[in-house]
């Protein structure tokens, strides 16, 4: 039996490689260079430009046969030069680029490989007839397969095909009643929220609560505008937040079908025409007001990465501990909504989340408010607990900041000691180096205890 050459032992363990993990892949990006000096550039050393344009185009073949979308982008010097200018220069760095403004896909990135065809997947039709497929998609959810499921409904939303969605779950309602009905209509809410489309291959539509102060509302761009900039999103999600405030008892009133319309009018760039608009009134009953706006995930497999790798990264442990860039963006995030808290004179952001998770959001939120804003009311009714004693003198406050507590002292103004609060962490609506611009506009705070 011949042996490979040198020259094919790369592309043989390259298609080898694409055909082991190409089965866990629903997309994949693949990098190609023009000429051996771009090569150079984002590899330094290799100039082998042959080898690697028939490792890509064999990569391809596999993928495409195993019904792998891919993606293809043009490596640029002088955008990979100004990209890796913010980063260290380490080869992870470096395999991890993704020009996000062009990337190829369908028959145009097949071209610029050297392949022809198209690798677009072909959505599934549908007779005209809602009855069968209604029939089959429940067939899928009561036996809880889960893959055929998912993508029929993923496929019928693709085509519009609301009607037998509708339909499966009345259906549903009539043969099992009203608890079997809601369980599917709320699968089906989750599954309209994301979908693979968008520039990266994959969106999905997003809200961020916000608990709104009395008065006038907060400018709702400007808001969504600080966040992005805060530093506390990851690197491979780009978010892109709609203006204005909207109500979240009118977002509970969307369906599916209304939510999947404002995920692609989101992609599309246009406005949503489902969408109600903001009511100030509402807001203000409600105490919450919602941003919404498309996520898009750019986190793409990278053909470069995995050949590195020698294979897919393995399944993030969800019981895992946080890493240590997951903590710097979580630090991030409280500094960001203590920051909006303070110059909005109450404003609290609550978590990014999944449309379909808001009510959800609130209603935690709520539950965990109740106890820290319990801290401040206590820490109020403290401090005129001790202007009553202090008999018409005026009083000052001390406060020592714990690791996790806040300690109050209040004094008369001449140093007459009055009486002392420990206050926990997890009673505090803010953290405790953050508490004296809550504290300060009912009582005086002083830096060093009076007559020590």
Request: net charge negative; aromatic share 6%.
């Amino acid at each position: 039996m011949p042996q490979p050459t040198d020259q094919d032992d790369p592309i043989n363990q390259a298609t080898d490689l694409a055909r082991d993990i190409a089965p866990d892949l629903d997309v994949v990006l693949i990098t190609h260079y023009p000429d051996a000096e771009t090569l150079d550039t984002f590899r330094p050393g290799d100039t082998d430009l042959r080898t690697t344009l028939a490792v890509n185009r064999a990569v391809a073949r596999e993928m495409l046969d195993a019904g792998v979308e891919i993606l293809v982008q043009r490596a640029d010097r002088a955008a990979f030069r100004r990209w890796l200018a913010d980063r260290d220069d380490t080869p992870e760095h470096r395999r991890a680029w993704i020009d996000r403004t062009r990337l190829l896909r369908g028959s145009a990135a097949l071209e610029v490989l050297g392949l022809k065809g198209s690798n677009t997947p072909r959505p599934e039709t549908f007779g005209k007839a809602p009855g069968p497929i209604a029939d089959r998609l429940l067939d899928a959810f009561v036996e809880e397969d889960s893959g055929e499921f998912d993508g029929l409904v993923q496929d019928l939303l693709a085509a519009g095909r609301t009607d037998v969605l509708d339909l499966a779950g009345r259906k549903l309602r009539e043969r099992e009643g009203d608890e079997a009905g809601d369980e599917l209509n709320w699968v089906l809410l989750v599954a309209a929220e994301g979908a693979p489309i968008g520039p990266s291959g994959w969106a999905e539509l997003v809200a961020l609560a916000v608990a709104l102060p009395a008065g006038d509302l907060p400018d709702g761009e400007a808001l969504g505008q600080s966040l992005i900039a805060s530093g506390a999103l990851a690197d491979s999600e780009e978010l892109r937040l709609l203006p204005g405030w909207r109500s979240p008892d009118a977002l509970d009133e969307l369906s599916f079908g209304a939510v999947r319309r404002v995920l692609l009018d989101l992609v599309d760039g246009k406005p949503p025409r489902d969408l109600p608009p903001g009511d100030t009134d509402e807001l203000a009953r409600r105490g919450f007001g919602v941003l919404l706006g498309l996520r898009i995930d750019w986190a793409i497999p990278i053909w470069e990465e995995i050949a590195a790798a020698g294979g897919l990264p393995d399944d993030a442990d969800e019981d895992a501990a946080e890493t240590p860039e997951e903590k710097r963006r979580a630090a991030q995030f409280d500094r960001w909504r203590g920051r909006v808290f303070k110059e909005s004179q109450g404003c609290v952001p609550l978590a990014v989340v999944a449309f379909s998770q808001v009510a959800n959001e609130i209603a935690d939120f709520l539950a965990e408010a109740g106890e820290q804003m319990g801290g401040l009311d206590e820490i109020r009714d403290f401090v005129a607990a001790c202007r009553r004693e202090a008999g018409g003198d005026e009083v000052v406050c001390h406060l020592q900041i714990e690791p996790d507590a806040l300690e109050l002292s209040v004094y008369t103004e001449g140093g007459r000691w009055l009486d002392s609060l420990t206050v926990p962490a997890g009673r505090l609506p803010l953290p405790a180096e953050e508490m004296p611009a809550l504290i300060s506009p009912f009582v005086r705070l002083v830096q060093d205890r009076p007559g020590g």
